[in-house]
């Protein structure tokens, strides 16, 4: 099946942690995109990558790193300077057309 | 990008046809329509899109209105796998230098009812 695969579904972090979403797609696509979503509220953009070994800020990036070694993976880290890390986090690629293609999204909760 | 009007909500019976209003009456030339929807706690999912040609696929028809500003997603048949928050964006193809993200309205919450 081609698309956007993100993991794990769920993830809860403790004080002080570091945790990394995992994304990877297989749709061969260049440009790949991480998004919060806030209950209620739209996609704020957090980074953005156009190709391999770049990436740059979106929005809202303080608080997260990423990293783009391979075409296939944009992985997140939120880092423990993000102070209000609870949120539903979403990952796209963009394809033919300007179409940008969903994964599930991870949820993330501070215990 | 241009800025799209919706509904907040509409309801539907299950089996006729949905049809979702947008108004975008500051359209340029070169800008799409786009159509995504999300369903409750998933990924956002792209359904269509146009210039300002009619368009069908699979799962929707779209009409644009001959000047442009405004559109009409339809929905065939709408089942209750259908009820979810529906988007309309108005934006220029990615062509380079832009982010290229997209920003969604409040979109229109559809309700599928049996």
């Known amino acids: 099946d081609g698309g956007i695969t993100q993991s794990p579904k769920y993830l809860f972090r403790k004080e002080g942690q570091n945790v990394t979403l995992s994304c990877e797609q297989n749709?061969?696509?260049?440009?790949m995109y991480w998004y919060r979503q806030d209950p209620g509220q739209g996609l704020r953009l957090i980074y953005y990558?156009?190709?391999?070994?770049?990436?740059q800020k979106g929005d809202i990036a303080e608080g997260y790193s990423v990293s783009r070694e391979k075409k296939e993976s944009f992985p997140l880290t939120v880092t423990s300077a993000q102070k209000n890390p609870t949120a539903f986090y979403l990952c796209?690629?963009?394809?033919?057309?300007?179409?940008?293609?969903f994964g599930a999204g991870t949820r993330l909760s501070v215990l | 990008d241009a800025k799209t009007t919706q509904p907040t909500s509409m309801d539907c019976a299950e089996g006729r046809a949905a049809n979702l209003p947008c108004n975008h009456s500051?359209?340029?030339?070169?800008?799409?329509v786009y159509w995504y929807r999300q369903i409750h706690s998933q990924g956002p999912q792209y359904i269509i899109h146009?210039?300002?040609n009619n368009e069908t696929n699979e799962m929707a028809s779209l009409i644009i209105t001959e000047d442009r500003k405004s559109s009409t997603l339809i929905l065939p048949h709408a089942t209750l796998r259908d009820t979810a928050v529906y988007y309309c964006?108005?934006?220029?193809?990615?062509?380079?230098?832009?982010?290229?993200?997209?920003?969604f309205g409040k979109g229109t919450k559809l309700s599928v009812k049996p």
């Open positions: 146009g210039l300002k």
């Open positions: 796209a690629s963009r394809g033919p057309g300007d179409i940008q293609y």
């Open positions: 964006i108005v934006r220029v193809a990615w062509e380079g230098g832009s982010q290229g993200n997209l920003i």
């Open positions: 500051t359209i340029s030339g070169n800008e799409y």
């Open positions: 990558s156009q190709i391999v070994n770049d990436f």
């Open positions: 749709l061969n696509h260049d440009a």
